[in-house]
């Protein structure tokens, strides 16, 4: 996940000022280092890529080519929080020789065999300062002269960014990006540099139609659909066409003035007036198989420049179908197991949530902390519950922060279900309330993605895989203070624990 606070320069004199200054925020600032970019965005002629809400870059520095997938979007006034994954080449090669990993795969499967080619280049002057206080890399501070060229005309603007270091945290990004507004005057840049070449790059291209060539591809996957969704996606293609209000709504099963009312919200919101779900849901269908990769002789000796870089978040290994609880464990142990079990999946399935694409990620991952508190009643008086009491607290916590999300996908899935009995001419009825909903959900899923990222996060992650690493966990004694045996295994105390809470509901 990348952190960074993006900010517009107005002119080259506050580019040479930022260049010269010793301090920024209170932060140490290192001598310049100068760096000459060539950046190739790269999709398909279709533009698969971008409709699946990517950028594929492609840079040159010196000997080494640089290929980055980056998400789109993320941004929270100046700060942007993408999902990015890179992969070195020794040359120029199509992605199914590029070595195996995250970004290899995640191509092919968006792409499948389309061919990728060249869609706007840019080249920029970057100076790189880095951000300390005392030993601790805080951020990596990037002034960068920007040059566009598409046909005949050109574009130079300026652009600060500041990356946060691994050893940085989210309130020195906080504090800098204050700095900037506050002190120096600067402007918040909401869009990545892929955005605004995009912007620039269709700006020169002719275009009298309504939908953008990324929205044309996501909405004639839409209209599919054979709902509300797919109906509002086949009219507004139709006005795309030229189509008058009327035709449009003729040809997708809408009044006139429904189809008035949606183009007057999309000219306000583009895709928006679509749910995530909705827009998910259309992205291009993955290849049924990627292509094979290159057979182990065909490959050249593996070099320092072939080496998948490492990401900060590593997806974790698919975890194990069963917790492996045997009779004669200890209550301590099978707690620990248990724990182990629904933790991993828990981690299994943040990458997904962190993404969004799939309702069911969050789902999965809401489910995995529910259970692990479950099993904290369940095994309860059998461990130190003063040892467990930080995890128990983070474990709540962040169920309380997934859950805020998910019960608002459970009020539109039932709500869903219940439009989807009436006439079509009724089931645009509750748009408001949809909007209203889509708003409390996207407020919803940015708190959630802050405390994702947030150090008390971490720290509750760390704290707990430690905890499951030892093999007597949270462990009581096996006696009592006047030294008599206490059950403690499995097949001790499962059987009348079961029997007792059978008495109880049947009581």
Same mark, same amino acid.
């Given at each position: 996940?990348?952190?960074?606070?993006?900010?517009?320069?107005?002119?080259?004199?506050?580019?040479?000022?930022?260049?010269?200054?010793?301090?920024?925020?209170?932060?140490?600032?290192?001598?310049?280092?100068?760096?000459?970019?060539?950046?190739?965005?790269?999709?398909?002629?279709?533009?698969?890529?971008?409709?699946?809400?990517?950028?594929?870059?492609?840079?040159?520095?010196?000997?080494?080519?640089?290929?980055?997938?980056?998400?789109?979007?993320?941004?929270?006034?100046?700060?942007?929080?993408?999902?990015?994954?890179?992969?070195?080449?020794?040359?120029?090669?199509? !992605?199914?020789?590029?070595?195996?990993?995250?970004?290899?795969?995640?191509?092919?499967?968006?792409?499948?065999?389309? !061919?990728?080619?060249?869609?706007?280049?840019? =080249? =920029?002057?970057?100076?790189?300062?880095?951000?300390?206080?005392?030993?601790?890399?805080?951020?990596?501070?990037?002034?960068?002269?920007?040059?566009?060229?598409?046909?005949?005309?050109?574009?130079?603007?300026?652009?600060?960014?500041?990356?946060?270091?691994?050893?940085?945290?989210?309130?020195?990004?906080?504090?800098?990006?204050?700095?900037?507004?506050?002190?120096?005057?600067?402007?918040?840049?909401?869009?990545?540099?892929?955005?605004?070449?995009?912007?620039?790059?269709?700006?020169?291209?002719?275009?009298?139609?309504?939908?953008? /060539?990324?929205?044309?591809?996501?909405?004639?996957?839409?209209?599919?659909?054979?709902?509300?969704?797919?109906?509002?996606?086949?009219?507004?293609?139709?006005?795309?066409?030229?189509?008058?209000?009327?035709?449009?709504?003729?040809?997708?099963?809408?009044?006139?003035?429904?189809?008035?009312?949606?183009?007057?919200?999309?000219?306000?919101?583009?895709?928006?007036?679509?749910?995530?779900?909705?827009?998910?849901?259309?992205?291009?269908? /993955?290849?049924?198989?990627?292509? /094979?990769? /290159?057979?182990?002789?065909?490959?050249?000796?593996?070099?320092?420049?072939?080496?998948?870089?490492?990401? !900060?978040?590593?997806?974790?290994?698919? !975890?194990?179908?069963?917790?492996?609880?045997?009779?004669?464990?200890?209550?301590?142990?099978?707690?620990?197991?248990?724990?182990?079990?629904?933790?991993?999946?828990?981690?299994?399935?943040?990458?997904?949530?962190?993404?969004?694409?799939?309702?069911?990620?969050?789902?999965?991952?809401?489910?995995?902390?529910?259970?692990?508190?479950?099993?904290?009643?369940?095994?309860?008086?059998?461990?130190?519950?003063?040892?467990?009491?930080?995890?128990?607290?983070?474990?709540?916590?962040?169920?309380?922060?997934?859950?805020?999300?998910?019960?608002?996908?459970?009020?539109?899935?039932?709500?869903?279900?219940?439009?989807?009995?009436?006439?079509?001419?009724?089931?645009?009825?509750?748009?408001?309330?949809?909007?209203?909903?889509?708003?409390?959900?996207?407020?919803?899923?940015?708190?959630?993605?802050?405390?994702?990222?947030?150090?008390?996060?971490?720290?509750?992650?760390?704290?707990?895989?430690?905890?499951?690493?030892?093999?007597?966990?949270?462990?009581?004694?096996?006696?009592?203070?006047?030294?008599?045996?206490?059950?403690?295994?499995?097949?001790?105390?499962?059987?009348?624990?079961?029997? =007792?809470?059978?008495?109880?509901?049947?009581?």
């Amino acid at each position: 996940m990348e952190i960074e606070a993006k900010f517009t320069l107005l002119d080259a004199e506050t580019l040479r000022r930022l260049q010269a200054i010793d301090h920024l925020a209170g932060f140490a600032l290192s001598t310049g280092q100068v760096k000459q970019m060539r950046d190739t965005y790269l999709d398909t002629a279709g533009r698969l890529i971008l409709a699946a809400g990517y950028a594929c870059r492609r840079r040159e520095q010196g000997d080494e080519i640089l290929i980055t997938l980056k998400g789109l979007g993320g941004a929270e006034g100046a700060v942007h929080r993408r999902e990015e994954l890179e992969v070195a080449l020794p040359s120029d090669q199509p !992605p199914t020789k590029w070595p195996a990993g995250p970004v290899r795969d995640r191509v092919l499967q968006l792409i499948g065999e389309a !061919p990728l080619a060249p869609l706007i280049d840019l =080249q =920029q002057i970057r100076v790189v300062r880095l951000m300390s206080q005392g030993e601790r890399l805080v951020a990596e501070l990037s002034l960068d002269e920007v040059h566009l060229a598409v046909d005949e005309r050109e574009q130079t603007y300026f652009e600060l960014e500041a990356e946060l270091a691994p050893q940085g945290a989210e309130d020195d990004l906080a504090t800098i990006a204050a700095c900037l507004q506050d002190e120096w005057g600067l402007e918040p840049e909401p869009r990545s540099k892929f955005e605004r070449a995009l912007a620039f790059l269709e700006q020169t291209a002719p275009s009298d139609g309504l939908l953008k /060539p990324q929205e044309q591809v996501v909405l004639r996957q839409t209209a599919t659909r054979d709902d509300m969704y797919g109906r509002r996606a086949r009219a507004l293609l139709a006005l795309d066409e030229g189509a008058t209000q009327a035709q449009a709504g003729a040809s997708a099963g809408l009044s006139a003035r429904t189809v008035r009312y949606w183009l007057a919200r999309f000219r306000k919101r583009r895709l928006d007036i679509f749910p995530d779900r909705v827009l998910a849901a259309a992205q291009p269908a /993955p290849s049924p198989e990627p292509a /094979p990769p /290159p057979e182990p002789e065909e490959l050249p000796p593996p070099s320092e420049a072939q080496i998948v870089r490492p990401t !900060p978040k590593k997806p974790p290994k698919k !975890p194990p179908k069963k917790p492996g609880l045997e009779a004669n464990d200890a209550m301590a142990e099978a707690a620990r197991k248990t724990f182990y079990f629904h933790f991993q999946r828990m981690l299994y399935h943040e990458p997904g949530t962190r993404l969004g694409a799939d309702i069911e990620e969050l789902h999965d991952m809401r489910v995995a902390t529910r259970r692990m508190r479950a099993a904290f009643r369940v095994f309860g008086d059998h461990l130190d519950t003063e040892q467990l009491k930080p995890v128990l607290k983070g474990l709540r916590r962040t169920g309380r922060v997934l859950g805020a999300v998910r019960d608002l996908d459970v009020f539109w899935e039932k709500t869903q279900h219940y439009l989807d009995t009436l006439p079509p001419a009724q089931q645009d009825g509750l748009a408001p309330l949809r909007q209203v909903w889509e708003a409390e959900r996207e407020q919803a899923r940015a708190r959630m993605l802050v405390y994702l990222d947030s150090d008390r996060y971490a720290q509750f992650k760390e704290q707990f895989g430690e905890f499951l690493k030892m093999s007597d966990a949270g462990a009581l004694p096996v006696f009592s203070e006047k030294g008599e045996p206490l059950p403690y295994r499995l097949r001790h105390v499962v059987p009348v624990a079961v029997h =007792q809470r059978l008495a109880a509901v049947q009581a």
